[in-house]
C-alpha cells in the first residue's frame, strides 16, 4: 500500500460515520510492537578494529550525490519528513551548489570517520491495519518511515 493508500485508511476511521470507535494510545501500540520482537530479531554487531575494516567505502563527489537522488522512490508527498525536509524542497534544492556541497561533505565525513549520524537512525513508525475494521492492536503492522535524507545517505554509502 502506498503513502496516498494509507491516508485513505486513517481518514476512513477517523470518519465520524464509523460505528467502531476504538482508540488505541502511542503506548499502546509501542508495547505490543516491543513485544511481538524475540532476541532472534536483533543481530549483535560487534565493535570492529577499522584498521582491518574489509569494506572499501568511497568518498563521494557531487555527480555521484545526484545519481544516487534519482534512485530514491519518490511519492507525491508535500508535507515534511520528521527532520521537517519536503520531498519538493528537496528535490528543488538539491541541485543548488550551496546544498549539495555541504550534503556532499557531510556524507565524505561520514565516511572517513566511520561514523553515521544519530539523527539519521530514528524512524517513525506508522500503525498500518492488517484487516479492514482492526479491533486489536494486533490487526496493525508496524511501518517504518525514514527521512529524504537519511534515504540519500545511505545511497550513499
Known amino acids: 500500500m502506498d503513502l496516498k493508500g494509507t491516508w485513505k485508511v486513517i481518514n476512513h476511521m477517523r470518519n465520524k460515520n464509523n460505528t467502531h470507535d476504538y482508540k488505541f494510545t502511542v503506548d499502546d501500540f509501542n508495547n505490543y510492537f516491543s513485544s511481538i520482537m524475540n532476541e532472534n530479531s536483533f543481530v549483535e554487531i560487534k565493535h570492529c578494529d577499522a584498521s582491518n575494516d574489509t569494506h572499501n567505502f568511497h568518498k563521494i563527489q557531487t555527480h555521484n550525490l545526484f545519481q544516487f537522488w534519482k534512485k530514491i522512490k519518490k511519492r507525491h508527498n508535500t508535507n515534511p519528513d520528521l527532520h521537517g525536509f519536503c520531498l519538493k524542497m528537496l528535490e528543488y534544492t538539491i541541485y543548488a551548489p550551496n546544498v549539495n556541497s555541504v550534503l556532499v561533505n557531510l556524507i565524505n565525513e561520514s ?41 540519500l545517505f545511505e545511497k550513499s554509502i
Open 111 to 151: 565516511i572517513t570517520t566511520k561514523v553515521y549520524p544519530e539523527c539519521f537512525k530514528v524512524s517513525v513508525v506508522i500503525p498500518l491495519p492488517k484487516v479492514d475494521s482492526p479491533i486489536e492492536v494486533s490487526h496493525y503492522r508496524p511501518i517504518s518511515s525514514q527521512s529524504q535524507l537519511s534515504k
